[in-house]
């Protein structure tokens, strides 16, 4: 290490300050009271993942948010989730980052606390640990491209721990012990040294991810990632601590005992306990038990049915939080080399993915999803809250309604005069078959037929991931930034970058999309200091290639209770801060 | 005695001319009449639906956005242009509701059709032959019986998926497959206590002297006997079974969108709460499904009054 510069602390504390005024203006007149419990109806019948490992959907997340930390993180926004971009130290108090930027050195807080299975101090090794534990052949990192390319020596560790045999806790233990990666390490217990092979403007914003939290080896090793067993003996960093856990039926969290409030600036934890529920099962059942002020909350609930937007919108206004989120559904295409249909191969042709793009009315896409107070059209791949973003249609049509006439002749210039048929797959959900049924209905005037394939929630992703699987587009695709603002990474320098995301298991969602330019600009924009115009002249030229079809842009629309005092969004989990929200009690 | 009766009946029928005929009989029994009224009207409605369609300028799966929804994509209710309003994609409820009939009688007919097929055939083979082979088939129908339907079907239904992801029989087949593999027991076990008891009457026994072969008395003595009773049950378990694929479909795994069926009609009101806002999103083939199965009810019962006599005397 040359050279560093010391980052104050001070002046991150004090914009976290000025943050904290600002949304604690609205709530002057009544301070936000600590205790009660906070009680969130789920209308999965479990969490998708409970891990800071495997954990990567923005539901999962919420709750993680309560029983783990980082080394930096988000405070949380009263206003509107696009506000909560500024980070704030989490479990360090301070960091020194080298000359050349690509080393960071943190510092950590000396009164923090495991809870739960274990109670003893947090140290640095146990975030290496975490961060070693990313490439277990039993279970890997969710994101593994952001960290492939953020920290040094990362791939080589992963390649090696790839070797050892699935299925034995030992040999995994064993790896973890007797490996190092280089770029991580715990010169003392207080220090944790971070180095990447590159310089990259979002490094913090990276390791703000909930991957990226302290777990005690003696306990986490004992059980397989993210197992029932692991859920159960949660090693919380957080301010909460899993006190039961029975899958479908409830998820009970109490406030850990040596979780101190003076240590964490970015969590009031104001409630004692949060109850997840897991036995809702409809969209109507949980409007109705928030309704009947059973729950609080809701989880797992993209959108809300249209009928209870407007009765909230209408008639209980303070229980209805709306804001931009950034987040988007669009149409995926199967571009795996092993996907040979008609339709897939169509696809591959620019003039028949303009086309699609001119059939569909994102208009009509914007009504059914609950009108402009859920949604606006998209026509590009950044969305509005993302680094980079410009407003940009490169397919304009009148109204956002679609040119049918304009994709026939494209349909027609590309070879298909009779029009074309194409497998889509959807989530039989009632947000998705609507989504399903509009699109299909839309694009049979331009002659495409879709031939509609429904998929249960909980099958989508191995579906997707299945190479044998027959499809030829996704009608069900969606994202939602992994943090608000500079972000830009996670889509044009994760999806769609073959550099970070090239063709195979890895590649979640099929995308397998490759284009020489946008991955030059990437690396340009990766290290660069005014990352935002080059984004931007990305962004202007994928959206054109449509790599994929973007629908539109959601805001994201919670319905609460009205026991809710205080309210907070989270910049990671795209909703609410379950650990800034203070309930009546 | 069941067949004693049905067989009285229709030898009633043979020697007396001037009595009245069956048809008559029937019309005579209210639940008869109200109950092929109401079927006749379903039917109609089956059948009426592309006419409706036509005469509404609204096809079963057409959207209509900008007339049928608001601002906010909820949908009107019932008016001129849409008698029962629309759905939550702007469809016209009334007309979905129209081709829902058709569907349910699509699924509903073959599959008890079938179901009364292999039932009749197993439990004529049964009862028949009874001994070792009635023992082993009757273990057979309990183990069929003692299956969940809605846990079964929900199982078959999402094995029909082959490697690649698509199904390996068309759903609606498979459909009317799984909820006939789940009737024909009820129509086996009926004809083998039916056909029990025959095999032992005096008229059998007179072919069987007369050295009549097994086929020819099953074909000429015992199935013209238990046939009246069979086609009854046939109407009994028909509106059973339009809910079993009203189940199905509102589990998800039965009629796929955007095709129109009531049991997705209903799924579909009800996750997405429209019908607080329509409220004949819900009603329409809520009553529907209702109507039909009063209907198909109401005319068993009243068949099974007429034909058999110990119902007709209580």
Request: hydrophobic share 45%; proline share 6%.
């Given at each position: 290490?040359?050279?560093?510069?010391?980052?104050?602390?001070?002046?991150?504390?004090?914009?976290?300050?000025?943050?904290?005024?600002?949304?604690?203006?609205?709530?002057?007149?009544?301070?936000?009271?600590?205790?009660?419990?906070?009680?969130?109806?789920?209308?999965?019948?479990?969490?998708?993942?409970?891990?800071?490992?495997?954990?990567?959907?923005?539901?999962?997340?919420?709750?993680?948010?309560?029983?783990?930390?980082?080394?930096?993180?988000?405070?949380?926004?009263?206003?509107?989730?696009?506000?909560?971009?500024?980070?704030?130290?989490?479990?360090?108090?301070?960091?020194?980052?080298?000359?050349?930027?690509?080393?960071?050195?943190?510092?950590?807080?000396?009164?923090?606390?495991?809870?739960?299975?274990?109670?003893?101090?947090?140290?640095?090794?146990?975030?290496?640990?975490?961060?070693?534990?990313?490439?277990?052949?039993?279970?890997?990192?969710?994101?593994?491209?952001?960290?492939?390319?953020?920290?040094?020596?990362?791939?080589?560790?992963?390649?090696?721990?790839?070797?050892?045999?699935?299925?034995?806790?030992?040999?995994?233990?064993?790896?973890?012990?007797?490996?190092?990666?280089?770029?991580?390490?715990?010169?003392?217990?207080?220090?944790?040294?971070?180095?990447?092979?590159?310089?990259?403007?979002?490094?913090?914003?990276?390791?703000?991810?909930?991957?990226?939290?302290?777990?005690?080896?003696?306990?986490?090793?004992?059980?397989?990632?993210?197992?029932?067993?692991?859920?159960?003996?949660?090693?919380?960093?957080?301010?909460?601590?899993?006190?039961?856990?029975?899958?479908?039926?409830?998820?009970?969290?109490?406030?850990?005992?040596?979780?101190?409030?003076?240590?964490?600036q970015a969590r009031k934890a104001y409630v004692d306990e949060?109850?997840?529920?897991?036995?809702?099962?409809?969209?109507?059942?949980?409007?109705?038990?928030?309704?009947?002020?059973?729950?609080?909350?809701?989880?797992?609930?993209?959108?809300?049915?249209?009928?209870?937007?407007?009765?909230?919108?209408?008639?209980?206004?303070?229980?209805?939080?709306?804001?931009?989120?950034?987040?988007?559904?669009?149409?995926?295409?199967?571009?795996?080399?092993?996907?040979?249909?008609?339709?897939?191969?169509?696809?591959?042709?620019?003039?028949?993915?303009?086309?699609?793009?001119?059939?569909?009315?994102?208009?009509?896409?914007?009504?059914?999803?609950?009108?402009?107070?859920?949604?606006?059209?998209?026509?590009?791949?950044?969305?509005?809250?993302?680094?980079?973003?410009?407003?940009?249609?490169?397919?304009?049509?009148?109204?956002?309604?679609?040119?049918?006439?304009?994709?026939?002749?494209?349909?027609?210039?590309?070879?298909?005069?009779?029009?074309?048929?194409?497998?889509?797959?959807?989530?039989?959900?009632?947000?998705?078959?609507?989504?399903?049924?509009?699109?299909?209905?839309?694009?049979?005037?331009?002659?495409?037929?879709?031939?509609?394939?429904?998929?249960?929630?909980?099958?989508?992703?191995?579906?997707?991931?299945?190479?044998?699987?027959?499809?030829?587009?996704?009608?069900?695709?969606?994202?939602?930034?992994?943090?608000?603002?500079?972000?830009?990474?996670?889509?044009?320098?994760?999806?769609?970058?073959?550099?970070?995301?090239?063709?195979?298991?890895?590649?979640?969602?099929?995308?397998?999309?490759?284009?020489?330019?946008?991955?030059?600009?990437?690396?340009?924009?990766?290290?660069?200091?005014?990352?935002?115009?080059?984004?931007?002249?990305?962004?202007?030229?994928?959206?054109?290639?449509?790599?994929?079809?973007?629908?539109?842009?959601?805001?994201?629309?919670?319905?609460?209770?009205?026991?809710?005092?205080?309210?907070?969004?989270?910049?990671?989990?795209?909703?609410?801060?379950?650990?800034?929200?203070?309930?009546?009690? | 005695?069941?067949?004693?009766?049905?067989?009285?009946?229709?030898?009633?029928?043979?020697d007396t001319v001037s009595s009245p005929t069956l048809l008559?009989?029937?019309?005579?029994?209210?639940?008869?009449?109200?109950?092929?009224?109401?079927?006749?009207?379903?039917?109609?409605?089956?059948?009426?639906?592309p006419l409706v369609a036509l005469a509404l300028g609204h096809?079963?799966?057409?959207?209509?956005?900008?007339?049928?929804?608001?601002?906010?994509?909820?949908?009107?209710?019932?008016?001129?242009?849409?008698?029962?309003?629309?759905?939550?994609?702007?469809?016209?409820?009334?007309?979905?509701?129209?081709?829902?009939?058709?569907?349910?009688?699509?699924?509903?007919?073959?599959?008890?059709?079938?179901?009364?097929?292999?039932?009749?055939?197993?439990?004529?083979?049964?009862?028949?032959?009874?001994?070792?082979?009635?023992?082993?088939?009757?273990?057979?129908?309990?183990?069929?019986?003692?299956?969940?339907?809605?846990?079964?079907?929900?199982?078959?239904?999402?094995?029909?998926?082959?490697?690649?992801?698509?199904?390996?029989?068309?759903?609606?087949?498979?459909?009317?497959?799984?909820?006939?593999?789940?009737?024909?027991?009820?129509?086996?076990?009926?004809?083998?206590?039916?056909?029990?008891?025959?095999?032992?009457?005096?008229?059998?026994?007179?072919?069987?002297?007369?050295?009549?072969?097994?086929?020819?008395?099953?074909?000429?003595?015992?199935?013209?006997?238990?046939?009246?009773?069979?086609?009854?049950?046939?109407?009994?378990?028909?509106?059973?079974?339009?809910?079993?694929?009203?189940?199905?479909?509102?589990?998800?795994?039965?009629?796929?969108?955007?095709?129109?069926?009531?049991?997705?009609?209903?799924?579909?009101?009800?996750?997405?709460?429209?019908?607080?806002?329509?409220?004949?999103?819900?009603?329409?083939?809520?009553?529907?499904?209702?109507?039909?199965?009063?209907?198909?009810?109401?005319?068993?019962?009243?068949?099974?009054?007429?034909?058999?006599?110990?119902?007709?005397?209580?």
């Amino acid at each position: 290490m040359t050279h560093s510069t010391r980052r104050s602390s001070q002046r991150i504390a004090i914009s976290a300050l000025s943050i904290l005024s600002t949304f604690a203006l609205p709530a002057k007149a009544e301070e936000p009271k600590f205790g009660g419990t906070l009680r969130i109806a789920s209308l999965q019948a479990d969490l998708d993942a409970f891990d800071p490992l495997t954990g990567y959907s923005t539901d999962s997340w919420e709750i993680l948010r309560a029983v783990t930390r980082q080394l930096v993180t988000y405070p949380g926004a009263s206003t509107d989730i696009k506000d909560d971009t500024q980070l704030v130290p989490d479990l360090a108090t301070s960091w020194d980052v080298s000359a050349d930027g690509k080393t960071y050195t943190f510092h950590l807080k000396d009164d923090v606390f495991f809870s739960g299975p274990t109670e003893r101090k947090i140290v640095a090794s146990d975030f290496v640990y975490g961060i070693k534990r990313f490439c277990d052949p039993n279970k890997q990192v969710a994101a593994i491209n952001y960290f492939n390319l953020a920290i040094s020596g990362f791939k080589a560790y992963c390649k090696d721990f790839s070797k050892v045999a699935t299925g034995d806790l030992a040999a995994s233990k064993a790896f973890i012990d007797s490996h190092d990666i280089a770029g991580v390490s715990a010169p003392d217990e207080k220090t944790l040294v971070i180095k990447s092979d590159t310089k990259n403007y979002d490094f913090l914003n990276i390791l703000s991810m909930n991957f990226v939290s302290p777990l005690p080896p003696e306990i986490s090793s004992k059980y397989f990632p993210d197992s029932a067993e692991f859920r159960k003996n949660f090693p919380s960093s957080g301010p909460y601590f899993v006190e039961s856990y029975q899958d479908g039926q409830k998820l009970i969290l109490k406030k850990a005992k040596n979780f101190k409030a003076e240590s964490d600036q970015a969590r009031k934890a104001y409630v004692d306990e949060i109850v997840v529920d897991f036995t809702a099962n409809s969209e109507d059942s949980i409007v109705q038990k928030i309704e009947a002020g059973e729950a609080d909350l809701s989880l797992y609930l993209d959108v809300p049915p249209r009928s209870a937007i407007r009765r909230f919108q209408t008639q209980k206004q303070a229980q209805l939080h709306a804001s931009n989120s950034g987040a988007a559904n669009f149409i995926t295409f199967n571009a795996r080399p092993e996907a040979k249909s008609e339709g897939a191969d169509a696809l591959r042709k620019l003039e028949v993915r303009q086309a699609l793009s001119y059939a569909v009315n994102r208009a009509h896409l914007v009504q059914i999803q609950g009108g402009p107070i859920s949604s606006v059209p998209l026509s590009q791949i950044i969305t509005s809250t993302i680094l980079g973003h410009e407003p940009f249609d490169p397919y304009p049509t009148e109204g956002s309604k679609g040119d049918p006439a304009k994709a026939k002749e494209l349909l027609a210039k590309a070879g298909y005069p009779k029009g074309l048929k194409i497998d889509a797959i959807y989530r039989t959900t009632a947000q998705f078959e609507a989504i399903a049924v509009a699109v299909k209905e839309d694009v049979a005037a331009a002659g495409i037929d879709l031939n509609l394939i429904p998929i249960p929630p909980t099958q989508w992703y191995a579906f997707i991931q299945d190479a044998k699987s027959r499809w030829d587009i996704s009608l069900g695709s969606q994202f939602a930034p992994d943090w608000q603002g500079p972000s830009t990474r996670m889509l044009l320098g994760g999806w769609l970058n073959s550099d970070a995301s090239p063709c195979g298991t890895g590649n979640v969602s099929s995308i397998c999309y490759s284009n020489a330019d946008l991955n030059t600009l990437a690396a340009e924009a990766f290290p660069s200091d005014n990352p935002g115009p080059i984004w931007a002249k990305a962004d202007k030229i994928v959206s054109a290639d449509l790599p994929w079809i973007p629908l539109f842009e959601k805001r994201k629309i919670a319905l609460t209770s009205e026991r809710i005092t205080h309210w907070a969004w989270s910049s990671l989990a795209v909703q609410a801060d379950i650990t800034n929200i203070a309930v009546k009690n | 005695m069941l067949a004693e009766g049905i067989a009285a009946i229709s030898g009633q029928r043979k020697d007396t001319v001037s009595s009245p005929t069956l048809l008559q009989i029937l019309w005579r029994e209210r639940s008869v009449r109200i109950g092929a009224g109401i079927v006749f009207l379903v039917l109609l409605a089956a059948l009426s639906a592309p006419l409706v369609a036509l005469a509404l300028g609204h096809g079963p799966t057409d959207q209509f956005q900008e007339t049928a929804l608001d601002e906010m994509g909820l949908p009107v209710g019932p008016s001129a242009a849409f008698p029962l309003g629309a759905d939550g994609n702007g469809r016209d409820v009334l007309v979905r509701t129209l081709y829902g009939a058709q569907v349910s009688l699509l699924v509903g007919i073959p599959a008890t059709t079938i179901a009364m097929l292999i039932g009749t055939l197993v439990g004529t083979v049964s009862g028949f032959f009874a001994g070792r082979i009635d023992r082993v088939v009757s273990q057979g129908i309990d183990v069929a019986l003692s299956f969940p339907f809605v846990v079964t079907a929900l199982s078959l239904l999402s094995l029909n998926r082959g490697g690649t992801g698509q199904p390996i029989i068309p759903p609606l087949l498979v459909v009317i497959l799984v909820i006939s593999l789940f009737s024909w027991t009820y129509f086996a076990r009926l004809t083998r206590g039916l056909v029990l008891q025959l095999r032992t009457s005096p008229m059998v026994e007179a072919s069987v002297t007369i050295g009549a072969s097994k086929t020819r008395i099953i074909r000429l003595d015992i199935l013209p006997n238990i046939l009246p009773t069979v086609l009854v049950y046939w109407a009994v378990q028909l509106p059973a079974n339009i809910v079993a694929e009203a189940t199905l479909s509102f589990l998800g795994v039965g009629i796929q969108a955007p095709l129109p069926s009531w049991g997705n009609m209903i799924a579909e009101a009800q996750r997405t709460s429209l019908y607080q806002d329509q409220p004949w999103f819900l009603a329409g083939p809520g009553l529907a499904l209702f109507l039909t199965v009063v209907g198909f009810n109401t005319l068993s019962s009243g068949l099974r009054t007429v034909l058999d006599p110990h119902q007709r005397s209580a």
